[in-house]
């Protein structure tokens, strides 16, 4: 019997001793979802973008990272997936502006042929009440949040025809169904993300390609920690005591969502919002009292 046991076994052109080996080796084979896929996450330098790139990275994915200002926090993220053994390039670029989009796009089919997988993170937005919001505050925060999205969806689309399909996944937020304080126009946006999303799913399904949305709700970044430390440490504690779950969202929780709707699993998950907040939103009005300024 310890002979059996003791039997090497063959798999992927390599020798194991034991059933354990193979079970060992059939994990790290199972993580590697994304090998041989190449990623393009916009806002990837910092945050979310940053947590998804990672995230898809530690998969097995090249990556194209983008920002739009702080290049020294991009080329960080590009460096740490460089350091898991995958191919990554830095694209500073306004997505917001159609020929600064396209550079993108440009960039990453001259360098990896293309892409397998878009991620439209990236947003911007004006905080100011409805009476007090400009023309140029509305153009600015719509055509990075929502136009990026649309005409970006293009160019990665007609990539991923040519490679057999793709993924496609925008972030949205609950400011699209809800009304928060000064949010009037990223909200707008982000129901134009939502729109997009069902659309662009149903019309790329048949060339293979799933589009769907994820609906962060408060989400632990260095950004919100930087609030909480102006405000005197209380914004996380009170986030927290309103989220059912006992805590916020990471950009990891965030980005292990992202990764499962680009994989074969979620092929029957088309143009859903998948919210991802801990619970906050199911929550009555008087419960989340006074929590409208943390979103």
Request: charged share 20%; glycine share 10%.
């Amino acid at each position: 019997m310890g002979l059996l046991f003791s039997i090497m076994r063959h798999r992927c052109g390599q020798w194991y001793h034991s059933s354990a080996d193979v079970e060992f080796v059939m994990d790290l084979e199972d993580q590697m979802r994304f090998e041989n896929k190449v990623a393009l996450v916009t806002g990837s330098g910092r945050g979310i973008g940053r947590g998804i790139a990672l995230r898809l990275a530690s998969e097995g994915a090249d990556v194209v990272v983008n920002c739009f200002r702080k290049v020294t926090a991009a080329n960080k993220t590009a460096d740490e997936i460089r350091s898991m053994g995958r191919r990554a390039i830095v694209v500073k670029a306004n997505i917001g502006k159609l020929d600064e989009l396209n550079r993108m796009f440009d960039e990453a089919e001259a360098t990896f042929g293309g892409i397998d997988i878009f991620i439209s993170n990236a947003a911007s937005g004006t905080n100011k009440s409805a009476l007090e919001q400009k023309p140029k505050g509305w153009d600015w925060t719509m055509n990075i949040n929502a136009r990026a999205f649309l005409f970006g969806a293009q160019r990665a689309a007609q990539m991923m025809k040519e490679r057999g399909g793709g993924y496609i996944v925008s972030l949205t937020s609950d400011g699209s169904q809800r009304v928060v304080p000064g949010y009037i126009i990223t909200g707008a946006s982000k129901a134009a993300i939502e729109t997009i999303t069902k659309y662009l799913s149903v019309e790329l399904a048949p060339v293979g390609i799933c589009v769907n949305a994820v609906s962060p709700g408060l989400v632990a970044t260095d950004a919100l920690r930087h609030i909480n430390a102006l405000s005197g440490g209380s914004v996380l504690s009170r986030a927290a005591l309103a989220t059912p779950a006992g805590r916020l969202a990471t950009p990891e929780d965030i980005a292990g969502v992202v990764a499962f709707l680009c994989t074969p699993e979620a092929d029957m998950i088309r143009g859903q919002i998948i919210v991802v907040d801990g619970g906050f939103s199911h929550q009555s009005v008087n419960v989340v009292e006074g929590i409208d300024d943390l979103i």
